[in-house]
């Protein structure tokens, strides 16, 4: 009975930490995905030059995309122009953090991991892109041409703007994390619970070889960038080091056996090897800076993360608890939407006539659904696409377009669909 007292008052405590900093995350999110121009973001990302790295990474840095939404973006604005190094650095920098994670960094780890994790990917991106340029031969890259309909921006004046901003932040952004966010801050409670305390140092006393089991842990597991911060946390606080917290912080968003065959696919192996090739070295690399060169007292904050003794508190403990019940909230109701999409389109989702509907595996996200929408439409002939996330579809509405284009497209996106009869 203790247990269980414990876990959900670990779980309580650590919501309600994270959730001021959460829901402004979110709304920033909704910002730029309302307001910031999509076609500038693909345009800074043509060509096969280190500038065009650059740019990606200080693009992606920011957008609040989780590793599953992050792949058929950046295979998208590969297929649109982008150069593969642009697209590899896109990439390797934005699922490791976001203007959401960041903030969830500073409310549970303190402000130097929360200063640490943007750069990190910032220059992780950089040079996973240069790499990925040196190693890739420049004929197999696009010419940087890039082709973008006006789908890629929300239309309507600022009231529509705004209405899409706090629907996208509140309810499509929500939905693509707040599952794994929950796994999260779950999981997080449960190891606070039963892991003894110091058990990093207890048990596995050498820094190195603990950042070397984290990596390997972490490199095919999925998690987002904002679930991964409690489970940090906590592991802070049972003795693991802050540079081994980092490697998890990096690798655990930043890669996925998903995404490693994907990429893989869509890009070729030498992208591949230069993405992970990458992460590795960069999170074994900063890792060690942290231990071994960082003031150790930068860092003793987040150790007591799990322990309620933060010393930074900014915010009034009736603003925490007020977005912690406000948050949870939203999270019920986006379950709620989503059980009452499935049991309304699991039935509305057949070709009646109005279009042709095909199977798309592998969606995750609305961010997926999005990519593959977006993408779909640009083929010659179709007029409108609609995708269906819960029963995996997609219909489509148009006259004399290539099947096999379509096909071809949600391949190269990194989806599967079974050849449809036609």
């Known amino acids: 009975m203790t247990y269980i007292k414990d876990f959900f008052s670990e779980l309580v405590y650590l919501t309600v930490e994270m959730a001021p900093y959460l829901i402004f995350g979110f709304i920033i999110a909704g910002l730029l995905y309302a307001f910031f121009p999509k076609h500038k973001v693909q345009r800074y990302m043509g060509g096969n030059s280190l500038k065009s790295v650059i740019y990606s ?6 957008l609040p995309l989780c590793s599953c939404g992050v792949i058929p973006t950046g295979i998208s604005f590969h297929q649109n122009g982008a150069s593969k190094g642009a697209a590899v650095s896109f990439l390797i920098s934005t699922p490791q953090t976001g203007v959401d994670s960041i903030l969830v960094t500073y409310s549970l780890l303190g402000l130097p991991f929360a200063l640490i994790r ?24 696009t010419d940087g041409t890039i082709t973008v309909k006006s789908e ?30 929950v796994i999260g801050l779950a999981l997080a409670a449960l190891m606070a619970v039963i892991i ?35 489970i940090a946390a906590v592991l802070l606080l049972k003795g693991l080091s802050p540079g081994a917290a980092l490697v998890f912080l990096m690798a655990g968003p930043a890669t996925n056996a998903a995404t490693i065959t994907v990429i893989g696919k ?14 590795i070295s960069g999170a074994i690399l900063f890792g060690t800076i942290i231990n071994e060169f960082l003031p150790a007292e930068w860092f003793a904050l987040a150790g007591k993360a799990g322990a309620h003794a933060h010393s930074h508190e900014v915010l009034p403990y009736w603003v925490k608890v007020a977005s912690g019940i406000a948050l949870t909230l939203l999270i019920v109701n986006g379950y709620l939407m989503k059980y009452k999409i499935i049991r309304f389109k699991s039935k509305s989702v057949t070709d009646d006539g ?14 997926c659904r999005m990519s593959v929408e977006t993408n779909l439409k640009k083929i010659k002939g179709i007029k409108d696409v609609k995708v269906d996330l819960n029963s995996e579809t997609a219909t489509i509405d148009g006259d004399d377009y290539s099947m096999d284009k379509v096909i071809s497209t949600i391949k190269d996106l990194g989806f599967k669909t079974d050849d449809p009869k036609h």
């Open 354 to 367: 109005s279009g042709k509907t095909i199977s798309v595996r592998g969606m995750n996200c609305n961010h």
């Open 118 to 141: 943007p750069i990190i990917a910032f220059v992780t991106g950089i040079f996973g892109g240069a790499l990925t340029n040196r190693l890739v031969k420049k004929a197999n890259d």
């Open 57 to 62: 990474a200080l693009i992606g840095v920011p």
């Open 196 to 230: 003894p305390d110091d058990f990093f140092t207890q048990y596995i006393g050498n820094e190195y070889l603990s950042m070397l089991i984290v990596l390997v842990a972490s490199i095919p597991l999925y998690v987002c960038a904002t679930g991964s911060v409690p």
């Open 266 to 279: 869509a890009l070729g192996k030498r992208s591949l090897i230069a993405y992970l090739a990458s992460i």
């Open 152 to 181: 890629d921006t929300v239309k309507g004046g600022f009231v529509t703007k705004t209405i899409a901003m706090f629907r996208y932040a509140f309810v499509d952004f929500l939905q693509d994390i707040m599952k794994w966010m």
